[in-house]
């Protein structure tokens, strides 16, 4: 058992979390705790007896010294003395925007719930518990309800929230935030992921003064800028030590997340869809359901909290044939050719490929009606053979006979003005009455919100998909939403745009999925733009970024991998010097960069000499060998990002097994041996270690390894890396 109600005390356990929650006397629900796990009595008389002690009582005329604005709330609305950010805004039909939210009821729900259109945490994979609270605005019988879910092996709280209109008339929502977490603490750090093309999600740490830090994106997307996942941690925390809680948004469009410090000392933080924009109208008898929250809790640094979220989101969130499976090996043409390719081209790469040991070929962008450059025809979803040479169809049977898969790129929400499917529906795309609006990458964004749209677009993708064995998709957005206005609702829905927008691109991401479960879909926006829990509930791997030089890769990868576990991590060997940095650095480092997410290629091999293709095609065999330690393990940062150089490792479930790697940030002038301390390891167990294949004499303990470390010297220059294989004996 997970969840309790007891009489007004609602508490929910995962293994070492509680989550905990009391009505007070005036009925208000408050947040009581959340942190490491209490015993279930205390848990409990804790509610009972010391919370009234313990909490403010809310200024409504019983008690004139306290207020909302300082007792610690689940949940609460604008205008009634909350004077913190409120998760709730509400417009009613006479205008008031006051809104009192008591407690109404609790109950525990045995099955979590699926949330209507969005994705959100399943638990196909083991039981969870859920326990669904209802606030409600007497005056005006608004309805929330509050969905808290206990994942009890992952140490997750998922929770969502769905507003109910009762009220008799309309109601414009005008912000509806899915959580908000208070504390009698404000003394913590706030880390987010902030960035741009080519450097998504940067680690970013900073303390709490008496401000509020926000992470936001108004961009239509979740974006390269800011990633809808933040930390808040005590101030010592570290990999291995501290008290730190992270919330992840498992949408993928315009977000808010805040942390705010309050006069009296207390936080609060917040997460939700962005307030900007937004104004959702529900007619009597209409419901609004707003995306997910997963929080984890760790006391014991960030390394704990990272691992939570990889164990929740490989278990809880991805779903298919390649949930739980080895992905493909790609070979991807777009560094190789760009736009500039045709079916012998395409088929002579993957010959090359087939040697080094991939398995999947994926044609990129450029092989639809008249693409050879980024300025035309997206839209338009019929094959180019004429470009091509042949039929996509003939192209995919030569890939086939090599004993590869075939996979295509689309980018379905967006369309080029030089395009038939723009001719013919120009009311189809965002843009805002009288105005020329605002081009991105030459190419407007369609409206998704618009069904008739969605309904088109799944069209024409099927008739690729239904005709020709395609067996990966890779599904591409280049550009943000401006002008935002659809022609398909009227003038008072056009604050409902941004969200119906996301509803509509994961209607058409779950048909396709639906449709065809044996195509695994690769999302990407202009490299990493919109990587996110949202989009990872359809595509369980994500380009990762346009910049596939390692050196950079290592900062996004290191910031990536604090929620996201490494195998939903697109990364791939490409070309050096880089294409976009022009550095050059070895094959070996390319590749174990690489291997520390979906592993891959993305180069024109047709160009390479025998001696690297050799080399590639031993380090694929390395992957190999490695790749379910590297999907299924726990993922340790064994360094921060500013060392001399940077290391991470991979540690089986049942510990007899681990791989670290290190890469050499910045040279190493001094030749002292580097001292790699491992983590993760059975103390008592001794292993066998060997450095880039060659064995160490001896056995040393997994305390000796964890407590000592192990020598390296085969890395000194900015650009060197090496792996450490473990091997319990
Ligand atoms: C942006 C993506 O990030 C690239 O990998 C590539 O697919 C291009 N778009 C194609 O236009």
Known sequence: ?????????????????????????????AHLYYGARL?????????????????????????????????????????????????????????SSVCDLRFESAKAVENKPTLRGLPALHDQNAKSQ?????????????????????????????????????????????????????????????????GKPHFERTFSRVALEDVKLVTESRRGSSSHQANPFVIFCEKNATETMGECFGSAFVY?????????????????FVMGINPENFAFTLENGESFQAPEVIHTYSNQGLGQLTHNYHNVIRKHLFRG??????????????????????????????????????????????WFKGRN????????????????GCKLNELIKNINALGMKFGLWFEPECISENSDLYRAHPEWVISAPGRTGMLGRKQWVLDMSNKAVVDAVFGMMSNILDNNNIEYVKWDFNRYLTDVYSTALSANQQGEVMHRYVLGVYDLLERINTRYPNILIEGCASGGGRFDCGMLYYSPQYWASDSTDPMNRLNIQYGTSFCYPVISVGAHVTASPNHVTRRVTSIKTRSNVAMAGTYGFELDLTTLTEDEIAELANETKFYKSHRELIRTGDYYRLTGNTERYMAWQFVAEDKKSALAVMVQRISHIDYKPHILKLRGLDKNTSYRIAIDGVELEGVFTGTALMQIGVPVRTIKYEGDSTRIEITAI
Request: hydrophobic share 35%.
């Open 252 to 268: 993928s469009g315009n977000f808010t997340a805040s942390f705010e410090k309050t006069p009296i000392g207390t936080s609060r």
């Open 373 to 388: 450059g980024d300025g035309s025809s997206l839209g338009d979803w019929f094959v180019d053979e004429e470009k091509l």
């Open 321 to 366: 044939k390649y949930a739980n499976a080895d992905r493909p090996i790609l070979i991807n043409n777009w560094e190789a050719t760009y736009f500039n390719f045709n079916a012998e081209k395409l088929l002579a790469i993957a010959k090359e490929a087939q040697k080094i040991g991939a398995d999947t070929f994926v044609l990129d962008d450029g």
């Open 1 to 29: 058992m997970s969840v309790f109600i007891n009489e007004k005390v609602i508490t929910l356990h995962t293994k070492n979390t509680t989550y905990q929650m009391a009505v007070n006397e005036n009925d208000y629900l």
């Open 39 to 95: 015993d279930d009595s205390v848990a409990l008389t804790r509610g009972k007896v010391g919370y009234h002690t313990l909490l403010p009582l809310a200024y409504d005329g019983k008690n004139r010294e306290l207020s909302p604005a300082v007792c610690p709330l689940e949940y609460s609305a604008y205008g009634c003395g909350d004077f913190r950010t409120t998760p709730l805004k509400v417009r009613f039909a006479d205008g």
């Open 130 to 194: 859920s326990v669904e609270v209802c606030l409600k605005d007497k005056v005006h019988n608004l309805r929330v309800y509050l969905l808290y879910t206990a994942f009890e092996e992952c140490d997750v709280i998922a929770k969502s929230v769905r507003i109910e209109n009762n009220t008799g008339g309309t109601v414009v929502l005008e912000s509806v935030l899915s959580t908000a977490l208070d504390n009698y603490e404000s003394d913590y750090d706030y880390i987010s992921f902030v």
